[in-house]
T-cell receptor
Framework: NAGVTQTPKFQVLKTGQSMTLQCAQD?????MYWYRQDPGMGLRLIYY???????DKGEVPNGYNVSRLNKREFSLRLESAAPSQTSVYFC?????????????FGPGTRLTVT | AQKITQTQPGMFVQEKEAVTLDCTYD???????LFWYKQPSSGEMIFLIY??????QNATEGRYSLNFQKARKSANLVISASQLGDSAMYFC????????????????FGQGTTLQVKP
């Protein structure tokens, strides 16, 4: 099993450009999440998808959109990138039926917006 | 509002000694879960240990244990016999709500504590 995969690993964008971060999991998990990590602030939830076909806003959704393409894939789109969106982005998944409910994280995408 | 607080931005510990990383939380839910994750310099997030709010015993996983004090709303991570490979950032997180089909599993993270193990 590959677990949770994310592409790309690194990206540099100019202000106003758009891009989509891809995430896929092969663990048959129901729930998927997008977080951003900024220095000194821990991880903050951007959007989540509790199950296939549903998406909801997290703590910091402004400037982002998401698509739960199918059970495996959950993408994050920046329509018009801003320097404030420079961050490390993590995708995670969890299986609601597992005992411990821990989330499994992808390796992260380091995004710089100039 | 639910909140996780880690008051130690950085910690040092001598190799082979034990260290405690502090975590306090705030929630009005009766049922919740507490997690610790490790983030080494390579950047990945590694799950370490979990404690449910109704679990009567403190969780343990190898050299990791969770000192859960429900009345004080604290969930400190204890690492015994520190190793150089333990040098990393550590995050405390809380899942809101009861396990089950209605739970979305959202996690709230603290700011993290950077641990450095000295040889």
């Amino acid at each position: 099993n590959a677990g949770v995969t994310q592409t790309p690993k690194f990206q540099v964008l100019k202000t106003g450009q758009s891009m989509t971060l891809q995430c896929a999991q092969d663990m048959n998990h129901n729930s998927m999440y997008w977080y951003r990590q900024d220095p000194g602030m821990g991880l903050r939830l951007i959007y989540y998808s509790a199950s296939e076909g549903t998406t909801d806003k997290g703590e910091v959704p402004n400037g982002y959109n998401v698509s739960r393409l199918n059970k495996r894939e959950f993408s994050l789109r920046l329509e018009s990138a801003a320097p404030s969106q420079t961050s490390v982005y993590f995708c995670a998944s969890s299986h609601r039926w597992e005992v411990d409910y821990e989330q499994y994280f992808g390796p992260g995408t380091r995004l710089t917006v100039t | 509002a639910q909140k996780i607080t880690q008051t130690q931005p950085g910690m040092f510990v001598q190799e082979k000694e034990a260290v405690t990383l502090d975590c306090t939380y705030d929630t009005s839910d009766q049922s919740y879960g507490l997690f610790w994750y490790k983030q080494p310099s390579s950047g990945e997030m590694i799950f370490l240990i979990y404690q449910g709010s109704y679990d009567e015993q403190n969780a343990t996983e190898g050299r990791y244990s969770l000192n859960f004090q429900k009345a004080r709303k604290s969930a400190n991570l204890v690492i015994s016999a520190s190793q150089l490979g333990d040098s990393a950032m550590y995050f405390c997180a809380m899942r809101e709500g009861r396990r089950g089909s209605s739970n979305t599993g959202k996690l709230i993270f603290g700011q993290g504590t950077t641990l450095q193990v000295k040889p």
